[in-house]
């Protein structure tokens, strides 16, 4: 049973040419308690997949179509109030780049602290107190902190605060956008293994954006992996990392260096991903497709079912059942330093 069930979400912007979809299409479930990773180079739509799943458009923005439902409610058809509800304390975001956001003139424990009120306006004063300090343990930043401002504190400092101002309100579900990107190798692994073990313990579900292969593979049950706004495939983390279907993921996976296989150069996907505005023809990755035929230009592309690995693993391609075989050669002659 799906906490959040995301159907054939279109959204995008209005210009002189028409509208532009930014997210088209998209389709996605989310369980209680379960992790999804969506991936896909800069520019793909996920950061927007997110804004429009917790409907925040920017001001040119709109959602054109589909429909976005958190435990049964339609988030289209629900008053502003109940939408304002459900933000932070039923689905809340930490939102990439927060951790430079953050207030610099209000202390941090009254970041927190309003942050609860908000959503509890009947809770005492030490109700609020207590549970700052809950998150803030919870988060593993020290209780001087509270009184301190943001431009005091380091960057993983700060990134617990972001991630513990997301938690404040127990939600049912966190949308992580790079949650740790700013920061370096040694604090992403610190952070993320934090938030790992506070969803073990709260058991809140996840969609963690992020560009790092391997911190999804660690973090998700399944996977997402988009391209020019459009899932490009899906599936098991297992499956898809292990044996992926589609040559865009293929490319992305061996653009990473491998630690099994120290022999192989990580390669880099020719070409570069396209804008929303770009007019797409066929399939939207063959311009860059080592696997590309002239007819993939004028196949209307979909997402179909892997045989082998059952229903839940789902790929855009049509040519599916030869990506296979060809795997292991498809980028040969792409290196990282081409
Ligand atoms: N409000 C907007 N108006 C016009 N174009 C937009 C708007 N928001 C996003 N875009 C464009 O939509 C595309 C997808 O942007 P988005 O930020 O969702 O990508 P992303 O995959 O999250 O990239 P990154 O990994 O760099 O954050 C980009 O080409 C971006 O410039």
């Given amino acids: 049973m799906s906490i959040l069930e995301v159907r054939d979400l279109v959204y995008g912007y209005d210009s002189p040419r028409g509208f532009v979809p930014i997210v088209d299409h998209v389709d996605l479930d989310l369980a ?8 896909g180079e800069s520019g793909s739509g996920k950061s927007s997949l997110l804004y429009a799943v917790m409907r925040i458009l920017k001001r040119n923005t709109r ?15 629900i008053s502003a109030e109940r939408l304002g509800d459900i933000r932070w304390s039923g689905m809340s975001m930490v939102f990439q780049g927060a951790m430079n956001a953050l207030n610099p003139i209000i202390r941090i424990g009254s970041i927190l602290g309003e942050a609860y009120a908000r959503h509890h306006p009947r809770a005492s004063r030490a109700e609020i107190r207590d549970r700052v300090q809950e998150i803030l343990d919870l988060v593993r930043v020290p209780s001087h902190v509270r009184t301190a401002f943001a431009h005091e504190l ?14 404040i309100c127990h939600p049912d579900v966190l949308l992580a956008d790079e949650p740790t990107t700013a920061l370096d190798v040694v604090l992403q692994d ?22 790092d292969l391997a911190l999804i593979a660690e973090t998700s049950n399944r996977v997402m992996v988009m391209y020019a706004g459009q899932i490009v495939e899906t599936g098991a983390v297992r499956d898809v990392i292990d044996r992926p279907r589609h040559p865009y993921t293929i490319g992305l996976l061996q653009s990473y260096p491998s630690l099994q296989d120290m022999q192989r150069v990580p390669i880099s996907i020719p070409g570069s991903p396209p804008t929303p505005e770009t007019a797409f023809r066929g399939c939207r990755f063959a311009p860059r497709c080592p696997m590309a035929e002239p007819a993939c230009l004028d196949w209307v592309s979909e997402l179909s079912a892997v045989e082998e690995t059952g229903a839940a693993h789902k790929v855009r391609c049509r040519r599916v059942d030869e990506v296979d075989a060809c795997a292991a050669s498809l980028y040969r002659n792409q290196r990282s330093d081409a």
């Fill in 32 to 39: 209680a308690g379960e992790s999804l990773g969506v991936i």
């Fill in 63 to 77: 959602i054109a179509s589909g429909s976005v439902k958190f435990k049964g409610d339609d988030l289209s058809r």
């Fill in 190 to 211: 610190e952070i993320m293994a934090r938030l790992e073990e506070i969803r073990a313990k709260l058991r809140f579900g996840m969609i963690l954006v992020s560009h």
């Fill in 154 to 167: 380091s960057g993983g400092m700060r990134q617990r605060v972001v991630i513990a101002l997301a938690l």
